[in-house]
Protein backbone atom coordinates (compact mmCIF):
# COMPACT_ATOMS: atom_id res chain seq x y z
CA UNK A 1 0.00 0.00 0.00
CA UNK A 2 1.20 3.61 -0.82
CA UNK A 3 1.86 5.96 2.13
CA UNK A 4 0.26 8.41 0.01
CA UNK A 5 -2.82 8.25 -2.79
CA UNK A 6 -4.30 10.63 -5.40
CA UNK A 7 -6.93 9.97 -8.12
CA UNK A 8 -4.13 10.97 -11.19
CA UNK A 9 -6.99 12.33 -12.75
CA UNK A 10 -7.18 14.08 -15.31
CA UNK A 11 -9.31 16.76 -13.57
CA UNK A 12 -11.35 18.99 -15.89
CA UNK A 13 -13.27 22.34 -14.55
CA UNK A 14 -14.59 25.20 -16.34
CA UNK A 15 -12.79 28.61 -15.12
CA UNK A 16 -14.48 30.49 -12.04
CA UNK A 17 -15.88 26.92 -10.78
CA UNK A 18 -14.40 24.88 -7.62
CA UNK A 19 -11.70 22.35 -8.06
CA UNK A 20 -11.32 19.32 -5.63
CA UNK A 21 -8.33 17.46 -5.16
CA UNK A 22 -8.31 14.93 -2.69
CA UNK A 23 -5.58 12.78 -1.06
CA UNK A 24 -5.53 9.53 1.43
CA UNK A 25 -2.74 8.46 3.19
CA UNK A 26 -1.54 5.47 5.11
CA UNK A 27 -0.22 6.66 8.07
CA UNK A 28 -2.30 7.36 11.38
CA UNK A 29 1.10 9.17 12.77
CA UNK A 30 1.52 11.71 9.68
CA UNK A 31 1.64 14.98 11.23
CA UNK A 32 1.88 17.28 8.85
CA UNK A 33 0.54 17.73 5.28
CA UNK A 34 1.44 20.01 2.43
CA UNK A 35 -0.24 20.90 -1.15
CA UNK A 36 2.01 21.31 -3.90
CA UNK A 37 1.54 22.82 -7.32
CA UNK A 38 3.51 21.56 -10.23
CA UNK A 39 3.62 23.10 -13.86
CA UNK A 40 4.94 20.83 -16.40
CA UNK A 41 8.60 20.87 -16.83
CA UNK A 42 9.69 22.78 -13.32
CA UNK A 43 9.77 22.09 -9.79
CA UNK A 44 6.92 22.01 -7.54
CA UNK A 45 6.34 24.72 -5.23
CA UNK A 46 4.33 25.05 -2.33
CA UNK A 47 0.67 25.93 -2.25
CA UNK A 48 -0.52 25.29 1.68
CA UNK A 49 0.59 23.06 4.80
CA UNK A 50 -1.98 22.36 7.23
CA UNK A 51 -1.16 20.10 10.58
CA UNK A 52 -4.71 20.79 12.59
CA UNK A 53 -8.18 19.21 11.61
CA UNK A 54 -10.25 21.29 9.70
CA UNK A 55 -9.64 23.66 7.14
CA UNK A 56 -7.32 26.20 6.98
CA UNK A 57 -7.55 29.24 3.98
CA UNK A 58 -5.46 31.10 1.86
CA UNK A 59 -7.08 32.96 -0.83
CA UNK A 60 -8.74 30.60 -3.56
CA UNK A 61 -7.64 27.91 -1.73
CA UNK A 62 -8.38 25.38 1.11
CA UNK A 63 -6.73 22.78 2.70
CA UNK A 64 -9.03 20.20 4.86
CA UNK A 65 -7.91 17.79 6.70
CA UNK A 66 -9.59 14.67 8.17
CA UNK A 67 -7.40 12.52 10.68
CA UNK A 68 -9.71 10.17 11.52
CA UNK A 69 -10.46 9.07 8.07
CA UNK A 70 -7.04 9.62 6.71
CA UNK A 71 -8.14 12.20 4.20
CA UNK A 72 -6.86 15.63 2.95
CA UNK A 73 -7.75 17.85 0.30
CA UNK A 74 -7.82 20.89 -1.51
CA UNK A 75 -10.47 23.05 -2.84
CA UNK A 76 -9.37 26.15 -5.49
CA UNK A 77 -12.26 28.31 -5.69
CA UNK A 78 -12.62 30.57 -8.83
CA UNK A 79 -10.40 28.15 -10.54
CA UNK A 80 -8.33 30.20 -13.20
CA UNK A 81 -6.95 28.97 -16.38
CA UNK A 82 -3.15 29.29 -15.07
CA UNK A 83 -4.61 27.01 -12.42
CA UNK A 84 -3.81 24.33 -14.74
CA UNK A 85 -1.27 22.00 -13.86
CA UNK A 86 -0.15 19.12 -11.83
CA UNK A 87 -1.09 18.92 -7.87
CA UNK A 88 0.95 16.65 -5.09
CA UNK A 89 -0.17 15.80 -1.83
CA UNK A 90 2.55 14.60 0.71
CA UNK A 91 2.57 13.32 4.11
CA UNK A 92 5.26 13.39 6.73
CA UNK A 93 5.41 9.96 8.25
CA UNK A 94 9.02 10.08 9.43
CA UNK A 95 10.20 11.39 5.91
CA UNK A 96 8.33 13.21 3.41
CA UNK A 97 6.45 11.12 1.21
CA UNK A 98 4.51 12.20 -2.12
CA UNK A 99 1.61 10.89 -3.80
CA UNK A 100 1.85 10.80 -7.51
CA UNK A 101 -0.36 13.79 -8.30
CA UNK A 102 -3.70 14.80 -10.07
CA UNK A 103 -3.50 16.60 -13.06
CA UNK A 104 -5.86 19.80 -13.24
CA UNK A 105 -6.88 21.75 -16.22
CA UNK A 106 -9.06 24.96 -16.26
CA UNK A 107 -11.02 25.38 -19.31
CA UNK A 108 -11.40 28.96 -20.39
CA UNK B 1 17.23 35.31 -3.12
CA UNK B 2 16.72 32.15 -1.05
CA UNK B 3 16.87 29.44 -3.44
CA UNK B 4 18.27 25.74 -4.14
CA UNK B 5 20.17 25.57 -7.42
CA UNK B 6 21.25 22.28 -9.00
CA UNK B 7 23.79 21.64 -11.86
CA UNK B 8 23.41 20.60 -14.68
CA UNK B 9 19.86 21.06 -15.72
CA UNK B 10 20.21 18.84 -18.24
CA UNK B 11 22.42 15.70 -19.31
CA UNK B 12 22.86 12.87 -21.37
CA UNK B 13 25.40 10.30 -21.01
CA UNK B 14 26.27 6.52 -21.49
CA UNK B 15 25.74 3.31 -19.69
CA UNK B 16 28.90 2.95 -17.23
CA UNK B 17 30.17 6.80 -16.92
CA UNK B 18 29.86 8.24 -13.04
CA UNK B 19 28.85 11.39 -13.30
CA UNK B 20 27.76 14.02 -10.58
CA UNK B 21 25.01 16.02 -9.96
CA UNK B 22 25.70 19.27 -8.12
CA UNK B 23 23.05 20.69 -5.45
CA UNK B 24 22.97 23.94 -3.22
CA UNK B 25 21.16 25.98 -1.15
CA UNK B 26 21.31 29.65 0.70
CA UNK B 27 19.07 29.42 3.25
CA UNK B 28 21.15 27.43 6.26
CA UNK B 29 19.17 24.21 5.88
CA UNK B 30 19.86 21.14 8.00
CA UNK B 31 17.78 18.77 5.57
CA UNK B 32 18.49 18.02 2.04
CA UNK B 33 16.98 15.58 0.07
CA UNK B 34 17.48 14.53 -3.43
CA UNK B 35 14.12 13.05 -5.45
CA UNK B 36 13.33 11.41 -8.97
CA UNK B 37 10.16 12.23 -10.29
CA UNK B 38 9.20 9.62 -13.30
CA UNK B 39 5.69 9.64 -15.26
CA UNK B 40 3.18 7.52 -13.50
CA UNK B 41 5.85 7.05 -10.25
CA UNK B 42 5.23 10.30 -8.60
CA UNK B 43 8.09 11.88 -7.07
CA UNK B 44 10.42 9.37 -4.69
CA UNK B 45 13.03 10.22 -2.35
CA UNK B 46 16.59 8.35 -3.21
CA UNK B 47 18.66 9.85 -0.42
CA UNK B 48 18.54 12.35 2.82
CA UNK B 49 20.59 13.92 4.76
CA UNK B 50 19.46 15.45 7.71
CA UNK B 51 22.72 17.47 8.71
CA UNK B 52 26.87 17.78 7.78
CA UNK B 53 28.16 14.08 7.51
CA UNK B 54 24.72 12.24 8.50
CA UNK B 55 22.97 10.81 5.28
CA UNK B 56 20.35 7.92 4.93
CA UNK B 57 18.58 6.03 2.08
CA UNK B 58 15.10 7.00 1.00
CA UNK B 59 12.68 4.59 -0.74
CA UNK B 60 14.82 4.28 -4.22
CA UNK B 61 18.10 4.60 -3.39
CA UNK B 62 19.92 2.01 -5.24
CA UNK B 63 23.05 2.99 -7.88
CA UNK B 64 23.20 6.27 -6.16
CA UNK B 65 25.62 8.19 -4.21
CA UNK B 66 25.53 10.99 -1.80
CA UNK B 67 27.76 12.93 0.68
CA UNK B 68 26.95 16.09 2.60
CA UNK B 69 30.42 17.34 3.88
CA UNK B 70 28.99 21.50 4.35
CA UNK B 71 25.88 22.18 5.11
CA UNK B 72 25.46 24.09 2.06
CA UNK B 73 26.44 21.61 -0.82
CA UNK B 74 24.40 18.37 -1.23
CA UNK B 75 25.59 16.57 -4.17
CA UNK B 76 24.10 13.08 -6.40
CA UNK B 77 26.65 10.83 -7.35
CA UNK B 78 25.71 7.99 -9.71
CA UNK B 79 29.09 5.54 -9.84
CA UNK B 80 27.62 3.68 -13.16
CA UNK B 81 24.80 4.80 -14.75
CA UNK B 82 22.25 2.71 -16.04
CA UNK B 83 19.10 3.59 -18.70
CA UNK B 84 16.37 3.00 -15.62
CA UNK B 85 18.28 6.02 -13.87
CA UNK B 86 16.99 8.10 -16.63
CA UNK B 87 14.78 10.68 -14.65
CA UNK B 88 13.78 14.07 -14.01
CA UNK B 89 16.00 14.43 -10.49
CA UNK B 90 15.00 17.28 -7.74
CA UNK B 91 17.58 18.90 -4.81
CA UNK B 92 15.39 20.06 -1.98
CA UNK B 93 16.11 21.79 1.36
CA UNK B 94 13.70 21.82 4.14
CA UNK B 95 13.41 24.51 6.49
CA UNK B 96 12.38 24.39 10.33
CA UNK B 97 8.49 24.33 9.62
CA UNK B 98 9.12 21.37 7.43
CA UNK B 99 8.74 23.45 4.05
CA UNK B 100 10.40 21.66 1.18
CA UNK B 101 12.09 24.20 -1.27
CA UNK B 102 12.72 22.25 -4.63
CA UNK B 103 15.77 22.87 -7.14
CA UNK B 104 14.64 23.59 -10.92
CA UNK B 105 15.65 20.14 -11.58
CA UNK B 106 18.13 18.07 -14.14
CA UNK B 107 16.90 15.85 -16.60
CA UNK B 108 19.10 13.06 -16.75
CA UNK B 109 18.99 10.66 -19.96
CA UNK B 110 20.64 7.08 -20.02
CA UNK B 111 22.07 5.86 -23.18
Known amino acids: QKEVEQNSGPLSVPEGAIASLNCTYS??????FFWYRQYSGKSPELIMF????GDKEDGRFTAQLNKASQYVSLLIRDSQPSDSATYLC????????FGTGTSLTVIP | EAQVTQNPRYLITVTGKKLTVTCSQN?????MSWYRQDPGLGLRQIYY???????DKGDVPEGYKVSRKEKRNFPLILESPSPNQTSLYFC??????????FGPGTRLLVL
Open chain 1, 27 to 32: DRGSQS
Open chain 2, 92 to 101: ASRDPMETQY
Open chain 1, 90 to 97: AVIALRFY
Open chain 2, 49 to 55: SMNVEVT
Open chain 2, 27 to 31: MNHEY
Open chain 1, 50 to 53: IYSN
